[in-house]
């Protein structure tokens, strides 16, 4: 049995932020590297953030699966991403990982986000949707904001934009609800945000 060495780690991407972005969406910090199908965010395959948004917006799960159906399609990911105006980021910049998996339960966070520097850069954002409570629990230290509850948003203010919290339901198969459900929840943020693409890709 190996033993784990606890570890700082920076963040290993940067934060997606197309310029037209109304939504920036937090998770709180990518799995070991061992883990990844993609240089992307939400690579792990037993992660189902891209089924998620395969259901909500074109009713397929595998959408953005490559045609193997072994790893995401990281192209076709981005693309969409730009054309839909949503930013992804992580809502820890550093951690320390106290077991070598991906579970946030195991996560301490040592330095959170630079969220004043990361909204400069998409300055028609309105809404930050956090994907679980290790998100929701760092990013509420950082705003003035009640925490929403799953599903729902919180109004706030920051830097003198008027914002608001989504909780979405996190995108991890650990999180006790049917992938039809968590989409069906992420369906009703889009459509209030009204990012409501047709499926045209």
């Known amino acids: 049995m190996s033993l784990w ?15 037209n972005a109304r939504l920036l969406m937090l998770g709180s910090f990518p799995p070991p590297r061992a883990r990844w199908s993609m240089e992307f965010y939400y690579p792990n395959m037993q992660n189902d953030m891209w089924r998620i948004f395969g259901l909500a ?3 397929d799960k595998a959408h953005f699966l490559d045609a193997g159906g072994k790893k995401f399609d990281k192209e076709k990911i981005i ?7 949503i930013a992804l980021g992580d809502t820890a910049r550093e951690v320390t990982r106290l077991n070598n998996n991906a579970s946030d339960k195991f996560l301490e966070v040592e330095s959170p986000i630079d969220l004043a520097q990361t909204l400069k850069k998409i300055p028609h954002c309105e809404s930050i949707a956090v994907t679980g409570q290790k998100a929701a629990d760092t990013i509420l230290k950082l705003i003035e ?7 729902g948003f919180s109004r706030f203010e920051f830097d003198g934009r ?5 909780r979405m339901p996190s995108s991890s198969r650990a999180y006790p609800l049917a992938i039809d459900k968590k989409a069906e929840s992420y369906a009703e943020m889009f459509r209030d945000i009204e990012i409501c693409l047709k499926p045209q890709m």
């Not at 904001?145 to 599903?151: N, S």
């Not at 008027?162 to 989504?166: A, H, T």
């Open 57 to 59: 917006f074109f009713k």
């Open 79 to 85: 693309a969409f991403l730009e054309k839909a105006g």
């Open 162 to 166: 008027k914002m608001r919290l989504w």
């Open 145 to 151: 904001c009640e925490g929403p509850k799953v599903g």
């Open 5 to 19: 060495l606890k570890t700082m780690e920076t963040h290993p991407l940067k934060p997606f932020l197309p310029e």
